[in-house]
């Protein structure tokens, strides 16, 4: 697997290639295994948006974000693993922000918030899903009063 995870400080990233197809004819059940599997190729972003192709028909459009050494590889799997019968690709300037984790003590135990940074300031934080969601299910607790306490405790550091 070639993953080019970006560093946490701040730069502009030219080596990104943004990759797209259209697609009327999958099932449903086979899109959430493909961005599975392109995720696990090294692709930093997979996203799907309903779409209306010709005549009329519904349809998906799955758009990934890579870095333009995996293009090859994302390219084998959007052909093996979809219906597709053409890629388009475009490339693409991407302007990544500093970033920072950090713990944050809970009721239930510590998570992991990751801080956006510009300018040195904090300017978005986002509790990692999977630790609010384990904490959640592990105290038989609402996802969202995880989240909750995670908000409170960021507040009182302020």
Not at 74 to 85: C, G, P, S, V, W
Not at 135 to 150: G, M, S, T
């Amino acid at each position: 697997m070639n993953s080019y995870p970006p560093p946490n400080h701040e730069h502009i990233d030219e080596q990104m290639v943004k990759m797209e197809v259209n697609l009327d004819d999958i099932p449903g059940e086979w899109l959430g295994y493909v961005m599975d599997i392109l995720f696990e190729a090294g692709a930093n972003d997979v996203f799907y948006t309903p779409i209306y192709m010709k005549k009329n028909r519904p349809g998906v459009l799955l758009q990934l974000l890579c870095h333009k050494n995996n293009m090859d590889q994302m390219k084998e799997i959007l052909l093996k693993e979809t219906t597709t019968l053409g890629i388009r690709y475009f490339p693409i300037t991407v302007h990544r922000m500093e970033r920072k984790f950090i713990k944050v003590e809970t009721k239930w135990g510590a998570i992991t918030v990751k801080q956006g940074i510009n300018d040195g300031e904090v300017f978005q934080s986002s509790p990692e899903y999977e630790e609010c969601k384990a904490i959640a299910k592990r105290h038989n607790v609402p996802l969202k009063k995880v989240y909750e306490q995670v908000w409170q405790a960021l507040a009182k550091g302020k």
